[in-house]
């Protein structure tokens, strides 16, 4: 009787699922409607726990070397509370300390090539006019068509009009619609990092809770391989994420210390904005570099194609060495694997791709060898 009433709420599971299913597809607008709702609810609280995520790497490093004896027990004075506190607020204070020195550094430099080619263009536009006024007195014949021209000014003025009265418009409505997603902007950035300071200060009870709620609701067996992977994923991305920066702040040293010693204008500005741009796998840095040779530009068309040159140079040992052995290994990922990953991630999913695609595929990588391996054993081959 027990095992007829077990099967008989797998089959009406089955059923319902099915009519779920169906139901799905027919009304396939309403169901990717709901989910872009229910989206736009939870996705603070996905964006706190990827910031709460990243800023955990820095915090258990300073609360390891600061609170923490050699052998990981807590050190005597300090309640785990208060250190907890403090690592966070340390944390954060690094953090804006960073934001502030690259604000510093970038935008006044920033300012004055923005200046400088306002004087460009100025001087380019100039120069255009003189060869106009040559190009008159050269070609009569151009001032004669010109003044023989029918032009309908008051249709043109008419169309002029009308164009700026709708444009008005326009740009108050996207102005308002522009103000209000910066308003939305801004509260969602602010319950994100709300309840990632939670996550970090609660980290611990949470995953008890979590993991209690796992093996009370699934068997034991598929409980216990879930916090396994999930334990492998979480020192997957932590190593990725401290290669990563590690890897960007040599790029951004390399460049600052090379354009420095070839006396090149805008070393220190240059060298912040790859070490930014070069958190984005393999591609990243080349994002500087169209910046760099366009501010370089402005300057000496020279000293553009010095720079490209150097970044070419720069780039390739990066590439080649740098970023496959301090990325590729932090997640055990050969390197081979890691330029697949960040190539098939971007073309799947752009920027986001890339920086998920190699941790994801380091987690793949191991599970996937470990089953190999497993199945190797039990058929008792010993493949060389």
């Known amino acids: 009787m027990e095992l007829n009433r077990a099967t008989m709420r797998k089959?009406?599971?089955?059923?319902?699922?099915?009519?779920?299913?169906?139901?799905?597809?027919?009304?396939?607008?309403?169901?990717?409607?709901?989910?872009?709702?229910?989206?736009?609810?939870v996705s603070p609280l996905f964006v706190g726990a990827a910031i709460a995520f990243i800023l955990n790497v820095p915090m258990s490093f300073l609360e390891r070397k600061l609170f923490q004896r050699p052998g990981g027990k807590k050190k005597k004075g300090l309640p785990p509370a208060l250190t907890r506190v403090l690592s966070l607020l340390?944390?954060?204070?690094?953090?804006?300390?960073?934001?502030?020195?690259?604000?510093?550094?970038?935008?006044p430099q920033l300012a004055v090539s923005i200046g400088s080619l306002g004087g460009y263009a100025a001087a380019a536009i100039n120069r255009l006019g003189a060869w106009a006024e040559e190009q008159f007195a050269a070609y009569p014949q151009i001032?004669?068509?010109?003044?023989?021209?029918?032009?309908d000014w008051a249709g043109l003025a008419k169309n002029l009009w009308d164009f700026l009265t709708t444009g008005v418009g326009s740009v108050v409505s996207t102005t308002i619609s522009a103000t209000m997603q910066v308003f939305s902007a801004v509260s969602a950035g602010f319950i994100s990092l709300i309840f990632a300071i939670y996550l970090l200060l609660q980290k611990e009870k949470l995953g008890l809770q979590c993991r209690k709620a796992l093996y009370a609701l699934a068997p034991k067996g598929g409980a216990d391989q879930v916090v396994r992977v999930c334990s492998l994923s979480h020192k997957v991305f932590s190593s990725f994420i401290t290669g990563q920066c590690v890897e960007a702040v040599i790029l951004g040293t390399m460049f600052i210390a090379s354009m420095t010693l070839l006396r090149m204008p805008y070393a220190l500005l240059v060298g912040c904005?790859?070490?930014?741009?070069?958190?984005?796998?393999?591609?990243?840095?080349?994002?500087?570099?169209?910046v760099g040779a366009f501010l370089l530009l402005m300057v000496s068309p020279m000293q553009a194609l010095i720079f490209v040159i150097l970044f070419l140079t720069l780039q390739q040992i990066e590439g080649n060495l740098i970023y496959p052995h301090v990325v590729g290994s932090s997640v055990g990922l050969p390197s081979i694997w890691v330029l697949a990953a960040v190539s098939i991630g971007g073309s799947?999913?752009?920027?986001?791709?890339?920086?998920?695609?190699?941790?994801?595929?380091?987690?793949?990588?191991?599970?996937?060898?470990?089953?190999?391996?497993?199945r190797l054993k039990e058929k008792g081959l010993h493949i060389k």
Do not use: H, K
């Open 273 to 290: 904005l790859i070490s930014v741009t070069a958190l984005i796998p393999i591609v990243g840095a080349f994002i500087g570099c169209i």
């Open 143 to 151: 001032t004669d068509w010109l003044e023989n021209l029918s032009v």
């Open 348 to 374: 799947l999913m752009g920027v986001m791709g890339m920086l998920v695609s190699i941790p994801l595929a380091s987690v793949a990588y191991t599970l996937f060898r470990e089953f190999v391996y497993t």
């Open 90 to 107: 340390l944390t954060l204070v690094l953090l804006a300390a960073v934001i502030l020195l690259l604000v510093l550094v970038v935008v």
């Open 11 to 41: 089959i009406m599971l089955l059923i319902t699922f099915t009519v779920l299913l169906l139901v799905g597809v027919q009304r396939l607008d309403a169901v990717a409607g709901a989910l872009l709702f229910l989206w736009g609810i």
